[in-house]
């Protein structure tokens, strides 16, 4: 005979809920919050968990773990409790314990709220006509559009005071965590510094959300690189970025990373990624640096035809430790390259010349001023 009271101690609810819910987005004393998912008007986080027993302060539904499963899944007493003996629910994340940000290491709550306003506003003209050629240029870098509405990037469309925050023209790029903005970075259609920070945002590790039950993570330089790697593998690892080789991981955010086994570090191959990955193996030694086998980084690598989730699945393979050298030694340049052979800038005008080649790769701005890239993809013309 099945003992109910022991099932439900030792059922996992905190657990069961992620699973259904994802992450929770705050904590409230002993609660943890969600949105709850049995009533429409969900913009708050009204459904809590504390210990074996969840509850929703806005619709009045509540229970233990059979009956989350009984009104998630439509199930009767008996079909809940069967179900509830076969699942493998994983251990309680450690993000869900004790990793959730302190308050002070975040905005404050009328910034975050201004800045959400900018990302739903910056969402919604990205995917209207004024946003095509960002999104246009999103794609080119290798995001597809679930990953882009995924991240929640957003497209501004000129220099603008957005619900009173000075936002540029470009590609938004919020830094979520648990649903609160913790920055907003943008990536400027034209000028320089290509990228620039919205003011009132505060570093934090974009991608936190993505570390919860992993033993491995992806450290990479910049935000495009993390979104990508987690298109490509983030069924495998945990990713997240600082959002630069030079800066330093704030105490607050340590914990999410303190349970880690590995911390593959996929900066850069140049000086600066040399010593943002060295400020990591001076952190633990569990870091070990991870470079990409063509190109300067990540998106290089993977627009060059780089599987990016074989190269995680060999990182992760047993026994296997870096010994590789600088990528940039090992990126052949053929002097008569063939489809798809990467050229360097430098010598492209004069093996288009020679071998009538062209460009079918780079990284336009967002104004169509000629591509600039570091390397150039190139295939062979009608000449050639």
């Known amino acids: 005979m099945l003992d109910v009271k022991a099932l439900l101690e030792q059922a996992n609810l905190v657990a069961l809920v992620e699973r259904d819910l994802g992450h929770p987005v705050r904590r409230e004393g002993h609660w943890l919050k969600w949105r709850c998912p049995f009533h429409t008007d969900n913009k708050t986080p009204s459904l809590g968990v504390a210990g074996n027993r969840w509850k929703c302060f806005g619709c009045g539904r509540s229970g233990d773990a059979i009956d989350w499963l009984r009104e998630r899944e439509g199930l009767s007493f008996q079909g809940a409790c069967e179900q509830l003996v076969a699942l493998e629910l994983p251990s309680v994340s450690k993000t869900t314990m004790s990793h959730l940000p302190c308050p002070s290491s975040v905005s404050t709550v009328e910034w975050q709220e201004q800045a959400q306003q900018v990302v739903d506003a910056c969402q919604s003209a990205l995917w209207s006509e004024a946003g095509t050629r960002a999104r246009t240029w999103l794609n080119r870098r290798g995001l597809v559009d679930e990953t882009v509405q995924h991240w929640e990037l957003g497209f501004n469309p000129c220099d603008r005071k957005l619900f009173n925050l000075w936002v540029p023209r470009g590609i938004i790029i919020p ?41 491995v993570a992806v450290i990479t330089e910049g935000e495009f690189d993390a979104m990508l790697l987690h298109q490509e593998a983030g069924d495998l690892v945990g990713v997240a970025t600082l959002g630069s080789a030079s800066t330093r991981l704030p105490d607050a955010w340590m914990p999410y990373l303190l349970g880690m086994r590995r911390l593959l570090v996929a900066y850069d191959t140049d000086a600066a990624g040399a010593e943002g990955a060295a ?22 690598f993977y627009l060059a035809g780089g599987d990016l989730r074989a190269w995680i699945q060999f990182a992760l393979a047993d026994g296997w430790h870096t010994t590789l050298p600088p990528a940039e030694t090992r990126a052949s340049v053929s002097p008569a390259p063939w489809d798809g052979q990467r050229v360097r800038i430098e010598d492209l005008p004069d093996l288009q010349a020679r071998y009538g080649l062209r460009v079918v790769g780079g990284d336009p701005d967002l104004d169509g001023v000629p591509w600039r890239p570091k390397l150039y993809l190139a295939e062979k013309g009608s000449g050639g």
């Open 175 to 215: 830094c979520l965590v648990f649903d609160e903005v913790c920055y907003l970075k943008v990536r400027r259609a034209a000028g320089h510094p290509k990228y620039t920070q919205v003011s009132g945002g505060q570093v934090a590790l974009f991608g936190a959300d993505t570390l919860a039950g992993r033993d």
């Open 279 to 300: 400020m990591w193996e001076a952190v633990t030694v569990r870091a070990q640096r991870l470079l990409p086998l063509v190109g300067k980084d990540v998106t290089d």
